[in-house]
């Protein structure tokens, strides 16, 4: 981890917001808590510092959560906008949000004592905060790009089955049927090696990503299949706007007393901050995404010959009578694989990724390399998978489908002892 005299100007603003958001004075911010209050209330002023347009007073849109015990939570969601520049389109919007709260605090006894336990939230969510405040600081310094419109969101409450977000939705906000994607931040900047995109196998939201691949981007994050976690991107989905949840997945520290502001790798945030604002810009002047869910997308598979995600098919493609993609590593693509005679001279390594799809007869086509490494390996690990014997077909619904699949083929040279 570096030391903040070693971060960027970016990081150590970060580092300025998590630390308060996570400090001991705002008590783990649970939600309805006065360190909740508190969280929006800073959002809230570090919008108006950026002179964005707040949608709702200072101290965010309140909203009521009955609990068991009769009593009532109130909670918050803070918002601002940053006005699109085409005359049409900037009566759209990308939602780009973080949750605000995290699970507060509790007592323990300890050898007989009562003992106050905070769990502070760094990684949990003040990271995914202030990497969107960052991105409002960066869009609207840049507004000039965007042709769509941008609202912030800090979801209030949203570790009670994500209610800020949920409110927002059906409640709060009028132009709901306007919002063409959202983007959520979660845990962010808490591994220096993990940053995954999660989109519930949006193939337009899929291909934004595989477009970025071509920039000179300093991160990039691992598409995912599987739901890394819960959070506010679930609402958006479940109300058919198309999601892209980015994240560094789970960590130790995570839900606990020691998930504190010193964890966090802020120039890892700093880099994943550059790649989102590309993904965001990318979305505010594209085409509308369309929402595809699995079951439309399996229809689709069926009706139309689209290809499913490997992971979403209903019997998966399987090679030489395994389902594990590994297996096609080991069994076929390690055994047959050549290294290039130049690459291995000049020293080149590294991981190509490739995409390729498994046809209805179980043929391997379209092998399209996603992240290159250099020319010699990415034509080795085109050919080594293109020459693939067939595979037994995935199924959905009974049915022989095409398939789609990803993965990284691996150039190693060993050392010289």
Excluded at 66 to 82: E, P, Q, R, Y
Excluded at 149 to 168: D, E, H, L, R
Excluded at 250 to 255: F, L, Q, S, T, V
Aim: glycine letters at 8%; proline letters at 5%.
């Amino acid at each position: 981890m570096l030391s903040s005299l070693e971060e960027s100007e970016t990081a150590s603003q970060m580092r300025e917001d998590v630390e308060f958001l996570s400090s001991s004075m705002l008590e783990g911010r649970g939600a309805g808590s006065e360190g909740e209050a508190q969280a929006a209330a800073y959002v809230s002023e570090r919008f108006m510092d950026m002179g964005m347009t707040l949608l709702y007073p200072a101290e965010g849109d309140s909203f009521g959560i009955k609990k068991d015990s009769g009593d009532t939570l109130v909670s918050h969601n803070v918002a601002a906008v940053v006005d699109g520049y085409d005359k049409t389109l900037k009566n759209n919007y990308i939602v780009i949000g973080a949750r605000l709260d995290n699970l507060g605090k509790n007592t323990v006894l300890v050898n007989g004592q009562p003992k106050e336990q905070i769990f502070y939230g760094a990684g949990g969510n003040a990271s995914g905060l202030a990497v969107m405040l960052e991105l409002a600081k960066r869009i609207q310094t840049n507004s000039i790009l965007f042709k769509r419109s941008v609202i912030f969101v800090a979801f209030g409450a949203s570790q009670v089955s994500n209610a800020g977000s949920w409110y927002f939705l059906n409640r709060s906000f009028k132009g709901t049927g306007r919002i063409d994607a959202m983007i959520n931040l979660d845990m962010l900047g808490t591994d220096p090696l993990s940053f995954y995109a999660y989109t519930c196998s949006n193939q337009d939201m899929n291909n934004i990503l595989g477009n970025l691949e071509g920039m000179l981007l300093p991160v990039r994050p691992q598409l995912v299949s599987k739901e890394p976690c819960m959070s506010d991107h679930r609402s958006f989905y479940d109300s058919g706007i198309p999601s892209v949840f980015f994240t560094s997945g789970r960590y130790p520290e995570y839900n606990t007393t020691k998930d504190t502001a010193d964890i966090l790798d802020y120039n890892m945030m700093d880099r994943q901050v550059e790649y989102v604002f590309n993904y965001a810009l990318a979305l505010a002047n594209g085409p509308k995404p369309l929402f595809n869910p699995t079951e439309e997308l399996k229809k689709k598979a069926l009706d139309e010959g689209f290809a499913v995600p490997y992971s979403e098919c209903d019997v998966p493609p399987s090679f030489l009578g395994s389902f594990e993609p590994s297996s096609f590593l080991v069994r076929w693509v390690y055994t047959y694989l050549r290294y290039p005679k130049q690459a291995v001279e000049e020293g080149i390594q590294g991981r190509v990724l490739v995409d390729f799809i498994i046809d209805e007869n179980g043929d391997v086509k379209d092998v399209t390399v996603l992240r290159g490494v250099h020319p010699l390996l990415d034509e080795e690990a085109v050919r080594v998978v293109s020459a693939s014997p067939r595979w037994k077909p995935g199924k959905v619904r009974g049915k022989k489908v095409k398939s789609e699949i990803s993965m990284y083929i691996e150039f190693r040279l060993e050392r010289k002892k």
